[in-house]
């Protein structure tokens, strides 16, 4: 009887070690590849030197793991079916149509708080769901009350891209901040930014949250 | 999800370098004392979660080799990259790696739970038949993939791995359906071959 997919998998990760050489790849490198951010040819490399050194092999399984607990797997493969295609573009076209209503109705009430289901002290955004301005990108955020008086208030702003930091602030006194127009001015329309606002209290605690949105 | 090298995470790290002892002198303002020590912080929890407990005496040395890191792209960038908590977190696991592969240089143990579970080689300790029929076939999937050709030995090989079909896919550059035909004819190919060894 053949073995099954899992056994082969285990015997495979399993196999005794082979000593590194100097053709291992870096942990950098291996952390690209699995993100499909290196040239085709150099990751096949790569993936061709797991058969050959389980030391590697048992690194990228490592890179996987917190990958994966990351949220950062490797992005949709180049190719689908037609099927998955048109069904993709039917909910995108649904999602863009959605969007572009809620975009209306929060434009109209820009100062609307989103209530969700925040604890006291923790910080709710005014722009959560809406896509924000190029021109005039005002992050304004409050605080669940009842909290402790605050203290100031600390903004980061960066792209999906884990490089790039947009915009930071510190020692702000206001729970707004607006982001200077030639800050965001390289980015292409639709850029995903994550923005971070931090809220120090005057008791020396602190509060963290991330919150999301698009660029306009 | 499993813990690919089977280990359960080590208690927090008690101390870690203090922002003086990374510079001297006046500060830039991209390398303030209070963004040093925010990356100290950010890595610790990093390190933290990630850091074996086999690893656990070394997790400050980890701290301080990745902090070293980033203030070091911070110096050369003139403090005009900085780091989301993707990066830092990227720059404390490729540490652990680089301290992972000395251990593993110099030819100590491999990472085993130190709670009791698990262990992450569980043929070791089976008995020595045992052990050497699973070394064998370990050889063996290697032999055999090196016979197989290179795309569907690519494939095959990060299946073998743990991703998906369309993880591979995309690490590979391929298309979905290019990448399910290839491994499933390589797995196909690898029984075959397993099979002419004995294994099947």
């Known amino acids: 009887m053949g073995f099954h997919d899992s056994e082969l998998q285990h015997h495979f990760q399993q196999a005794a070690a082979v000593a590194p050489d100097q053709s291992c790849p870096t942990a950098e490198d291996l952390w690209r590849a699995r993100l499909g951010e290196l040239s085709p040819g150099r990751t096949r490399r790569i993936a061709a030197h797991l058969r050959t050194c389980s030391g590697c092999a048992e690194d990228w399984r490592l890179v996987q793991f917190q990958q994966r607990q990351d949220g950062m797997n490797p992005a949709r493969p180049i190719g689908q079916s037609r099927a998955w295609t048109t069904l993709a573009a039917a909910v995108l076209l649904t999602a863009a149509g959605f969007w572009l209503v809620q975009h209306r109705v929060e434009r109209a009430e820009p100062t609307r708080v989103m209530r969700g289901e925040q604890q006291p002290g923790d910080l709710i955004s005014r722009q959560q769901g809406a896509a924000l301005s190029r021109e005039a990108c005002l992050l304004a955020w409050s605080v669940q009350t009842p909290a402790p008086p605050v203290s100031h208030y600390a903004v980061r702003v960066s792209t999906d891209d884990i490089f790039e930091v947009v915009f930071a602030a510190k020692n702000l006194s206001e729970p707004r901040i607006t982001i200077p127009p030639q800050r965001l001015a390289a980015l292409p329309r639709g850029t995903a930014l994550t923005w971070r606002v931090t809220v120090y209290f005057e008791n020396g605690t602190q509060v963290s949250r991330v919150f999301h949105a698009r660029l306009d | ?200």
């Open chain 2, 1 to 200: 999800m499993d813990n690919p090298v089977g280990f359960t995470f080590a208690d927090p790290p008690q101390t870690a370098p203090r922002p003086h002892e990374l510079h001297e002198g006046s500060d830039p303002p991209w390398l303030s004392p209070e963004r040093v020590a925010e990356l100290r912080l950010e890595l610790g929890r990093a390190i933290q979660r990630m850091c074996p407990p086999r690893l656990a005496a070394q997790a400050d040395d980890l701290i301080q080799i990745s902090l070293l890191r980033l203030v070091e792209r911070l110096r050369k960038t003139q403090g005009k990259q900085d780091f989301n908590l993707a990066y830092i977190k990227r720059t404390a696991l490729c540490a652990l790696i680089d301290e992972i592969r000395r251990v593993r240089a110099r030819g100590e143990t491999a990472f085993e739970p130190e709670d009791g579970g698990e262990p992450a080689h569980p043929h070791r300790d089976a008995d020595p038949q045992q052990q050497l029929w699973a070394r064998q076939i370990g050889d063996h999937i290697r032999d055999c993939l090196a016979n197989l050709i290179t795309p569907r030995r690519l494939a095959v090989l990060l299946k073998l791995q743990g991703e998906s079909g369309r993880e591979t896919a995309t690490i590979l550059g391929w298309t979905l359906r290019k990448t399910e035909n290839l491994i499933s004819r390589g797995m196909a190919d690898l029984r075959q071959c397993l099979k002419g060894k004995g294994h099947g």
